[in-house]
């Protein structure tokens, strides 16, 4: 376990680790990032996981299930939006895998 | 085992973190992307070997639930997220994020129930007796947060998707959600000393009820920078709820997430010249100013298809403004197809992006680079605003508001003080639009009357292709 002091700490770092991550970005990357970092916050599919694992009681099965379908959702779902939308992106010179794809479009 | 769950959590954070930063490249960004999927699988499949899960009774049951609710939400999930339009995933993504804040939220309720439980068989005096102190305020903070993110996000799907359009609630509305995070903040602390099975039910209840009444009254324009905040609310619920499980990952990612969220939250807010607050507790426009800065004076000046592409075709330089009206047309493609011609005719093409272009910061760039138009192409304001007098055309599709010179000159347009491009300052302008209308906000933009500017009525896709064929003809 993690406690007081120690998760202090983590808690300050990593906040300051999201916000240096964060100022460096152009907006052009705006869009995918908040899908990015809203596929990252899935990783509350461990915790469901664990809700459910310690489950005792079947309302607690129940809202434990809730939990590992919602986070399953939100991982799966961020990692699909965001690998789309990041596809695309491309160069003029160096046409990247995305550019195969956008030939069907025309 | 322990240490091999623990060290592979550490890792699954050092990905996320490796990956949110190369995805602030748009070179590295989808190895980023790639990175941190990798990062969660390992978290995922670790955490099936976790104590917590295999060391019970019930272990065979809810091991076998858990592979079912993994396989119904990603399915969904999965399903819906491959066939979303791009012009649709602002809503996509308030969607996925409300289901993260929702379960940040259950993985509280199922805590604060097993604390109960412990209180009514007498094997602890209350919840935070049982939980322990630190743990049942991070507990209950993240119930509040993940709650309200998971209501509210659902509001912005449906508010964004067109299911809802209503701003309007109840009278008072700012007073009655006071009253209720009064209320809301009582039951909790109720919540933390008792352990009643009803408070808890009752404080839950009121926390989605919240979440409701606060995102209702805010405007569509304003939805981004609300989706951007539940998405930094979910990655902090998640945190908070990483403390009550002893689990770092989720503590480290979800803090990342909470703190840049909350500055991507600013940033939007301040590229359209919004205050956080401001956007929760005030309608855009409402105020006597919009109607004071509504007059403009002129006649807007009209221009067929086929002038308009000699014209571009003529130019040493065009810039094309394109705004979310382009991507309901469906124009994109249209305009990159024009942009090729205009290439091979020797114009020197630029896209000039707003910040606030499209549905959120950077949709805008997403629909482009659907279209096929590479992101070197692709400038954003700062970086184009001065070249703006030395273009020939400015091509102005679909957009308004973001190329309204009143936000520079008038104190008393709503828009006043918000950045815009300066479309203005360029030899010609020729704005594409479907009617004589206004824009998002329903300002009047001077720029339409500007004797440099010329109108091209219509449908973006149908003009877009009239263009193509003007160009082709020379």
Redesign the interface.
Known sequence: MIEGLAALYIFLLAGFTGFEIISRVPVILHTPLMSGSNFVHGIVLVGAMIALGIAETTSQQVIGFVAVLLAAGNAVGGYVVTERMLEMFKTTGKPGSGSDKQGAHK | MELIIQIS?LL?AVL??L???Q????VT??R???W??AG?VV??LV??A?E???G?E??A???M??I???????????Y???R?A?TD??Q??A???G??G???A??A???L??AQ?AVQAGRASSIHDYLGA?VAVLAILGAIIGTIAFSGSIIAWAKLDGRLNSNKLLPQQQLINLVLAVVLIGLAIGVYLAGSLNLIIAFFVLALVLGVFITVPVGGADMPVI??LF?AL??LA??F???V?????????????????T??TH??AK?MNRSVANVFFSGFGTGPAAAAAADVDGTQKEIQAQDAGIMMAYANQVIVVPGYGMAVAQAQ?KIW?LTQLLTEKGVKVKFA?H?VA?R????M??LL????V?????Y??EDINADFPNTTVTLVIGANDVVNPAAKKDPASPLYGMPTLNAEASQNVIVIKRGRGTGFSGVENSLFVADNTRMLFGDGQKVANELIQAVKEL
């Open positions: 959590y699954a996320f973190i990956g949110l930063k995805m602030s490249s748009p960004a989808r980023g992307i790639h941190a999927g969660m978290a995922t955490t099936f976790a917590e899960i295999t019970n019930q272990a049951t809810n091991v639930l858990i079912i609710a993994i396989g119904l939400g990603g399915g969904y999930a999965w819906t997220g491959k979303v791009m995933m602002p996509m993504i969607m996925y994020n289901m993260g929702g379960a940040a259950a993985i309720a199922v805590e129930l097993k439980a630190d989706i951007s998405n979910t990655g998640v945190g709820e990483g403390y499980l002893g689990n770092a990952a989720m503590i480290i990612a979800g803090t990342v997430v909470g703190s840049a969220g500055l991507l940033l939007m590229a493609h197809e992006i910040p499209g959120m910061p950077g949709h760039n997403v680079a659907e279209a096929g590479p992101y070197d192409m692709i954003d304001m």
